[in-house]
């Protein structure tokens, strides 16, 4: 018994260390059927519903108006909230991986606090201080700005359910990378954007990606929240998820499932770009 | 040591107030300020009357209705998550790459496609529904649908949380209890089980939180009939269409009030089980 630890090969192992074949392959079979009927069943049925009328149905589905209006204002969303929060993803990372100061890990709680807000509240609240009754309501409503039902509300909705995902990645790697390298470009003459471009940025740039790859997935999809701000106006503040449903809702099932599979393949693109990350950049991310 | 580390930092490190100010205001505008939007505006008219307005029998079933459903999808996923994430990190199989990377598909996909799909497959004349209603199990539009929508979207926190730490398991332990005469199960029940247990209550509870406030997987599926199948949040959103705000705020504030309790003890639980195993 020399085998390293952590080594996983299963020839050195005898049998009281693991399980009998018999037992594996049914531990084995029973996950998997398992998750082919949580997870790959779903993804049959959204393809197969929306294909079931073929091809040109399908392509009138997602390319007539509103549908295209809604994927539009879905990619403006997306392109409004993560780069906000990558912005803040970072200024935050540096504070709170770089230096040590009172309250550190109160912040760190504070700023996962929306993952445990239901999405309908994340909305309401902006509903709350922008709708007409709100607290800032009257003060919009004379200068012609329109927050709610419009698209400043999708985007601060959406920036409230996505707000921690890339604050999250950075924080763990950076605490873990120190700061001696940026003490040393420092020591070295650098200037502060000198080392954040030159030592700092090349060190988490994997990981940035990452993050914001799921906070854009996160983004694209969310629903709840922007429901409640979005006002459901065809054509105008609709995102794809809403498009969804006000398709279903109105039993034009097919075309529902066809702009639901659009969402779907850029899930599953998601899942292959998140992988590719986790594989080939194992170690610049911070827990992988 | 701390404090002279501190002012070191300070010195030569910049961009600390820059980046500190930076977070707290955009922290503030988009989190704490609407928060506090919410909690204040339920108390608009009094905390008796928020009292009455959570305290109706229809909100009450939803609470009900939204935490219980959420504990039992919770921990049932804690079974096959840990079942799944065994055989992930274990067993070698043909196609286990792209199975691990499946596991994240109900984060990935959004929660209203989640929601159409799911009532596809369970409706009477669905997929999966028209032969499992005829045995008499009625999934969509009834509790055991919304039971199904949180499964699915509770599944990858636990499977992502165990899967490291079974994956960073040193085997001497295993090897220790094997040597010593315990058979299989007895190691996975007294040696792996305690080990996972952190882990497990961690997943446990991101599975749970998601649940309770999730909305989109839910809708479609739920029937939404009010004291039997209407989740909070759906109760939120009606409250809204009635332009209650004040209904619908005294909600929020009453679902974050009680979630925050139930993480406090689920937090509590694993500082406990963490410590009881070192």
């Given at each position: 018994?020399?085998?390293?630890p952590?080594?996983?090969?299963?020839?050195?192992?005898?049998?009281?260390?693991?399980?009998?074949r018999?037992?594996?392959?049914?531990?084995?079979?029973?996950?998997?059927?398992?998750?082919?009927?949580?997870?790959?069943?779903?993804?049959?049925v959204?393809?197969?519903?929306?294909?079931?009328?073929?091809?040109?149905?399908?392509?009138?589905?997602?390319?007539?108006?509103?549908?295209?209006?809604?994927?539009?204002?879905?990619?403006?969303?997306?392109?409004?909230?993560?780069?906000?929060?990558?912005?803040f993803?970072?200024?935050?990372?540096?504070?709170i991986?770089?230096?040590?100061?009172?309250?550190?890990s109160?912040?760190?709680?504070?700023?996962?606090?929306?993952?445990?807000?239901?999405?309908?509240?994340?909305?309401?609240?902006?509903?709350?201080?922008?709708?007409?009754?709100?607290?800032?309501?009257?003060?919009?409503?004379?200068?012609?700005?329109?927050?709610?039902f419009?698209?400043?509300?999708?985007?601060?909705?959406?920036i409230?359910?996505?707000?921690?995902?890339?604050?999250?990645?950075?924080?763990?790697?950076?605490?873990?990378?120190?700061?001696?390298?940026?003490?040393?470009?420092?020591?070295?003459?650098?200037?502060?954007?000198?080392?954040?471009?030159?030592?700092?940025?090349?060190?988490?740039?994997?990981?940035?990606?990452?993050?914001?790859?799921?906070?854009?997935?996160?983004?694209?999809?969310?629903?709840?929240?922007?429901?409640?701000?979005?006002?459901?106006?065809?054509?105008?503040?609709?995102?794809?998820?809403?498009?969804?449903?006000?398709?279903?809702?109105?039993?034009?099932?097919?075309?529902?499932?066809?702009?639901?599979?659009?969402?779907?393949?850029?899930?599953?693109?998601?899942?292959?770009?998140?992988?590719?990350?986790?594989?080939?950049?194992?170690?610049?991310?911070?827990?992988? | 040591m701390?404090?002279?580390?501190?002012?070191?930092?300070?010195?030569?490190?910049?961009?600390?107030?820059?980046?500190?100010?930076?977070?707290?205001?955009?922290?503030?505008?988009?989190?704490?300020?609407?928060?506090?939007?919410?909690?204040?505006?339920?108390?608009?008219e009094?905390?008796?009357?928020?009292?009455?307005?959570?305290?109706?029998?229809?909100?009450?079933?939803?609470?009900?209705?939204?935490?219980?459903?959420?504990?039992?999808?919770?921990?049932?996923?804690?079974?096959?998550?840990?079942?799944?994430?065994?055989?992930?990190?274990?067993?070698?199989?043909?196609?286990?790459?792209?199975?691990?990377?499946?596991?994240?598909?109900?984060?990935?996909?959004?929660?209203?496609?989640?929601?159409?799909?799911?009532?596809?497959?369970?409706?009477?004349n669905?997929?999966?529904?028209?032969?499992?209603?005829?045995?008499g199990?009625?999934?969509?539009?009834?509790?055991?649908?919304?039971?199904v929508?949180?499964?699915?979207?509770?599944?990858?926190?636990?499977?992502?949380?165990?899967?490291?730490?079974?994956?960073?398991?040193?085997?001497?332990?295993?090897?220790?209890?094997?040597?010593?005469?315990?058979?299989?199960?007895?190691?996975?029940?007294?040696?792996?089980?305690?080990?996972?247990?952190p882990?497990?209550?961690?997943?446990?509870?991101?599975?749970?939180?998601?649940?309770?406030?999730?909305?989109?997987?839910?809708?479609?599926?739920?029937?939404?009939?009010?004291?039997?199948?209407?989740?909070?949040?759906?109760?939120?959103?009606?409250?809204?269409?009635?332009?209650?705000?004040?209904?619908?705020?005294?909600?929020?504030?009453?679902?974050l009030?009680?979630?925050?309790?139930?993480?406090?003890?689920?937090?509590?639980?694993?500082?406990?089980?963490?410590?009881?195993?070192?």
């Open positions: 018994m020399s085998a390293t952590n080594t996983r090969d299963t020839t050195w192992r005898d049998t009281t260390l693991t399980e009998t018999w037992l594996r392959y049914t531990l084995t079979a029973v996950a998997l059927a398992f998750l082919a009927l949580f997870l790959i069943l779903p993804l049959v959204v393809f197969t519903e929306a294909l079931r009328v073929g091809l040109a149905p399908y392509f009138s589905a997602i390319t007539e108006p509103d549908a295209v209006a809604a994927l539009k204002l879905s990619l403006l969303v997306v392109a409004m909230a993560v780069p906000l929060n990558l912005v993803g970072l200024f935050a990372a540096w504070a991986a770089k230096f040590r100061f009172p309250g550190r109160f912040l760190t709680s504070l700023i996962d606090l929306p993952f445990s807000v239901s999405p309908v509240i994340a909305g309401l609240v902006y509903v709350l201080l922008f709708g007409a009754h709100g607290w800032f309501g009257t003060w919009f409503a004379d200068r012609d700005i329109q927050v709610i419009a698209l400043p509300g999708l985007v601060l909705a959406t409230f359910v996505t707000f921690p995902f890339v604050a999250r990645e950075l924080i763990p790697l950076m605490e873990q990378q120190g700061t001696d390298e940026e003490l040393a470009a420092r020591t070295l003459g650098a200037s502060g954007m000198q080392m954040f471009w030159r030592v700092t940025l090349p060190n988490i740039k994997w990981a940035l990606l990452y993050g914001s790859l799921l906070c854009s997935a996160r983004a694209l999809g969310e629903f709840g929240a922007v429901s409640v701000v979005s006002g459901h106006i065809r054509g105008e503040t609709n995102t794809m998820p809403l498009q969804v449903e006000i398709l279903y809702s109105e039993y034009s099932i097919q075309a529902a499932f066809a702009v639901a599979s659009l969402l779907a393949l850029s899930a599953l693109l998601t899942l292959a770009l998140k992988a590719l990350l986790e594989w080939r950049f194992a170690r610049e991310l911070a827990h992988h | 701390a404090l002279l580390s501190i002012g070191l930092q300070r010195r030569t490190l910049p961009g600390f107030g820059l980046a500190l100010g930076v977070t707290l205001t955009y922290l503030s505008i988009i989190v704490l300020v609407p928060l506090t939007a919410l909690v204040t505006r339920s108390f608009d009094g905390f008796m009357d928020w009292w009455h307005t959570v305290t109706t029998p229809r909100v009450l079933a939803s609470f009900r209705l939204s935490f219980g459903v959420s504990f039992a999808a919770a921990a049932v996923d804690m079974v096959f998550g840990t079942l799944a994430a065994w055989v992930l990190v274990r067993y070698r199989f043909p196609g286990r790459r792209i199975v691990d990377a499946l596991v994240d598909l109900p984060f990935a996909l959004p929660t209203a496609v989640a929601g159409i799909t799911l009532t596809a497959i369970y409706a009477g669905g997929w999966l529904g028209q032969y499992l209603e005829p045995m199990l009625t999934v969509a539009y009834t509790r055991v649908g919304i039971f929508a949180l499964m699915f979207v509770g599944l990858p926190f636990i499977v992502r949380t165990v899967q490291p730490v079974l994956q960073d398991l040193d085997a001497e332990f295993e090897e220790a209890a094997a040597s010593l005469g315990a058979s299989r199960w007895q190691t996975f029940r007294r040696v792996l089980l305690p080990t996972l247990l882990a497990l209550l961690t997943g446990f509870t991101l599975a749970f939180a998601r649940a309770v406030g999730e909305y989109g997987s839910v809708i479609f599926i739920a029937g939404n009939k009010p004291m039997i199948s209407e989740i909070a949040p759906q109760l939120i959103i009606i409250k809204l269409e009635e332009y209650d705000y004040v209904g619908a705020a005294g909600i929020g504030t009453a679902m009030l009680v979630s925050f309790l139930v993480l406090l003890v689920l937090n509590g639980l694993q500082r406990w089980a963490r410590v009881g195993h070192r």
